[in-house]
């Protein structure tokens, strides 16, 4: 089943405002409301969604105030606030726009399918992600793997944790179990902090 976007904006569309939404446990749990729901549909490429106008202007803004180039009072909810217009509402393209005409056709046909299609809903999770990283200090596990449920592989915690932090020391953990090093790699990616020697856990 695929998602309509009417159906995304009546779920979440001032969903922040209303509830006041402005903190980082708050924001966590109204992402993970978000990234459930997404997840329950299915999602299909649609050559159509142009990444032009007003949305990719959203887009950039919310890059911008998360990597520290843009600043703006109450980050958390401004941000939020983007997000929400960028899930819940329609596109335009601006007429300075290059190819002005086709990408305004081509746009005009992706809205009024109505349908969220596959490159819109990566979109939305990259903010997500990047909201999460830069401004909640929650590393990304919002794809497919809940770090909570243990359904992480060893592979795919160290992969998340080169991710990261840009390596993974596997020295600390010679002989180690593989719950011991999923256990600590969770615990870290939770925490931000690297482990290190000093860490009087690691079995090595």
Do not use: Q
Not at 47 to 62: A, H, Q, S, T, W
Not at 85 to 108: A, G, V, W
Not at 121 to 129: E, G
Request: overall charge negative; aromatic content about 12%; charged content about 35%.
């Amino acid at each position: 089943m695929e998602l309509k976007r009417k159906d995304l904006a009546d779920k979440f569309s001032g969903y922040h405002i209303k509830n006041n939404i402005n903190d980082v446990e708050s924001a966590n749990n109204y992402l993970d409301s978000i990234i459930e729901y997404l997840n329950f549909f299915e999602y299909k490429s649609n050559d159509n969604f142009v990444f032009l106008g007003r949305k990719k202007f959203i887009y950039d803004e919310i890059v911008d105030i998360l990597n520290g180039k843009t600043n703006v009072d109450k980050p958390i909810y401004f941000v939020l606030g983007s997000l929400d217009e960028f899930m819940c509402n329609s596109n335009f393209i601006y007429p300075s726009e290059d190819d002005y005409m086709n990408n305004r056709e081509k746009n005009d046909k992706y809205m009024a399918d109505g349908n969220i299609c596959l490159e819109e809903k990566n979109c939305i999770t990259n903010i997500i992600n990047l909201m999460r990283e830069k401004l909640l200090n929650k590393t990304d596990y919002t794809n497919e793997k809940d770090l909570t449920t243990g359904d992480l592989t060893k592979e795919e915690a160290i992969k998340l944790y080169v991710e990261k932090f840009g390596g993974y020391p596997e020295y600390l953990f010679m002989g180690a179990s593989e719950e011991t090093i999923k256990n600590k790699i969770i615990e870290a990616l939770k925490s931000g902090k690297e482990i290190t020697a000093e860490d009087k856990d690691v079995d090595y």
